[in-house]
């Protein structure tokens, strides 16, 4: 499981989420869906990796992430 909450600082509990940037979280999802990986679309669900995942979803997925940062 994970999530992406964006945020100046570590986030420990659900009060501390919901003061995460949701305007930060749509532009990751956006540039995300651009790199062709679909993400849950709220900061507040969880993605899931399984064992059907190869290394090479999980290396584009990763190249992804780092073009979406790369444009925000």
């Given at each position: 499981?994970?999530s992406?909450?964006?945020?100046?600082s570590?986030?420990?509990?659900?009060?501390?989420?919901?003061?995460?940037?949701?305007?930060?979280f749509r532009?990751f999802?956006?540039?995300?869906?651009?790199?062709?990986?679909?993400?849950?679309?709220?900061?507040?669900?969880?993605?899931?990796?399984?064992?059907a995942?190869?290394?090479e979803?999980?290396?584009?997925?990763?190249?992804?992430a780092?073009?979406?940062?790369?444009?925000?």
């Open positions: 499981m994970d992406f909450l964006p945020s100046q570590r986030v420990d509990n659900f009060a501390q989420a919901t003061a995460c940037n949701p305007d930060a532009r999802f956006g540039a995300m869906i651009d790199h062709g990986v679909y993400l849950a679309p709220s900061a507040y669900e969880a993605g899931f990796m399984s064992s995942h190869t290394p979803d999980i290396q584009f997925t990763l190249d992804a780092e073009k979406a940062f790369a444009v925000m």
